[in-house]
């Protein structure tokens, strides 16, 4: 089993697949550089393929791929000195990496192609050292969804399973949701308490509850920040942050009826996180960049406790898991119901457990929070996670109180499984059109006027 853990990670804006999982995979390029040495003149070419080609600029890959590269990483990069190191990288064109030198130009030597198809996985990413006519190394990498990457080897192993072959043995495995209920029934337990016991078998538990407790900081913070931060948003739409006067007007009393309030603390609480995304600050992948608001802003209105934080991440992240394992959570494979779509079930089930709701409720919470998410396309305007991505993740976030409240009024399995709704996301996902799953080349990004 993967780890919860590896649901949330804490990164940079403004997406995990096309930011975060490129510097990553540029942090194991680098190690590969430093296992030999490089005849003089070798020169290092980084090719971006299918989405990541296609929104490459206004997602930041470009930039990302060349900060991985230089060994910075996504969760403690120092952004000054990022800076600082891109600038020298620009101005020089070599990479240095322990004593060895590459050739390595970013604007020459990052190339973007549009034409390959039938890739393994939309986001590739084909490394390759040449000296001359002669190829010294070849690597090809994916970004598969918040922040996780593979090498070809590990796609092309697991193309026959429908699981993701990593991680720890643990005592409570699940490859399904009825396989995770049927744990819950047989021992009496909630889906945190399993996925604990889980986490158990791969760190010690209070080194668990300590990640789970920076998460939520980091969330809490992210949310702190944009309700505070006012400006235009870099990348050329013109997008005027709105989460800081949206916040001004909930504290000055506007929202007086509870409905119209609760809608409006969900959506700017949402909206904060989605703009610090987009303007490139800290996030965690909740479980995607694109859909980072929605987790925190569900947890911040209804969690109290440190304990109901812990609650909510950890029922939040065994559906998560469930999505990872048995479909995506690209946007790229999957549209935005694999993102914001996936988003909201996970918010859904865990406020469900925040309510006290039966393992059941918190199943069935996760399946509404999809089933009307089904089809969501993603198709950023620019390429860029604003439009329509930060309001999409404000109505995400109260369609996830709404599922885990028509949850509750029903004790029972409904109609309809929560694994036969991932089963339908995945299998829509595979349907629907690339022009609608992250390249910019269909609905909203093609029919809305740039500038």
């Known amino acids: 089993m993967l780890s919860v853990l590896d649901m949330f990670r804490v990164g940079v804006g403004p997406s995990s697949s096309h930011t975060v999982g490129p510097m990553r995979i540029g942090g194991r390029v680098r190690r590969s550089l430093a296992a030999q040495d490089w005849p003089a003149g070798a020169r290092l070419v980084v090719t971006l393929q299918g989405s990541l080609a296609f929104t490459g600029h206004g997602h930041g890959t470009l930039r990302a791929a060349a900060l991985g590269l230089l060994g910075h990483e996504p969760e403690t990069i120092d952004m000054a000195a990022a800076e600082l190191d891109l600038a020298a990288l620009h101005s ?14 970013p604007d020459a030597d990052i190339r973007l192609d549009y034409d390959t198809r039938d890739l393994l996985h939309p986001n590739a990413m084909q490394v390759v050292v040449v000296h001359g006519d002669a190829v010294l190394l070849a690597q090809d990498w994916y970004s598969t969804g918040g922040g996780f990457i ?90 005027e942050r709105r989460a800081p006067q949206l ?27 989605n703009e610090e995304n987009a303007a490139g600050g800290q ?42 394992q048995r479909a995506s959570i690209s946007g790229a494979e999957m549209g935005c119901q694999g993102e914001v779509g996936v988003a909201c079930s996970m918010a859904a089930a865990g406020l469900a457990a925040i309510w006290n709701a039966s393992p059941q409720q ?58 036969e709704v991932i089963e339908t996301m995945r299998q829509t996902g595979v349907d629907m059109s690339h022009k609608y799953k992250e390249t910019s080349q269909g609905g909203l990004a093609v029919n809305v006027v740039e500038c």
């Open 247 to 273: 916040w001004r007007q909930v504290q000055d009393g506007r929202s007086r009826n509870e409905p119209e309030r609760l809608f409006d603390l969900l959506n700017v609480y949402a909206m904060a996180v």
């Open 362 to 419: 918190v199943a069935n919470a996760a399946e509404i929070g999809m089933e009307h998410n089904l089809g969501l396309t993603c198709d950023p305007v620019g390429g860029l996670v604003q439009i329509p991505c930060i309001e999409r993740n404000a109505i995400g976030a109260v369609k996830a109180a709404n599922a885990a409240r028509l949850a509750l009024h029903r004790p029972g399995q409904g109609r309809v499984t929560l694994d």
């Open 150 to 239: 593979a090498s070809r080897r590990q796609l092309e192993q697991a193309a026959d399973d429908d699981r993701v072959s990593a991680g720890a043995a643990v005592p409570h495995p699940f490859g399904s949701a009825a396989d995770l209920l049927e744990v819950a029934q047989r021992l009496g337990l909630a889906f945190d308490a399993i996925i604990l016991a889980n986490e158990a078998a791969m760190r010690p538990p209070e080194l668990t509850l300590l990640g789970l407790d920076r998460i939520a900081a980091v969330m809490m913070a992210c949310i702190d920040r944009g309700l505070t931060t006012s400006g235009i948003l870099p990348g050329g739409l013109k997008v």
């Open 283 to 324: 996030v965690v992948t909740a479980p995607t960049n694109g859909a980072a608001g929605i987790i925190p802003a569900v947890m911040r209105h209804y969690c109290e406790t440190t304990a109901q934080q812990r609650r909510f991440l950890l029922t939040a992240g065994a559906i998560g898991l469930l999505y990872k």
């Open 92 to 105: 020089g064109g070599r990479l240095q990496v322990e004593g060895r030198t590459v050739h390595f130009a």
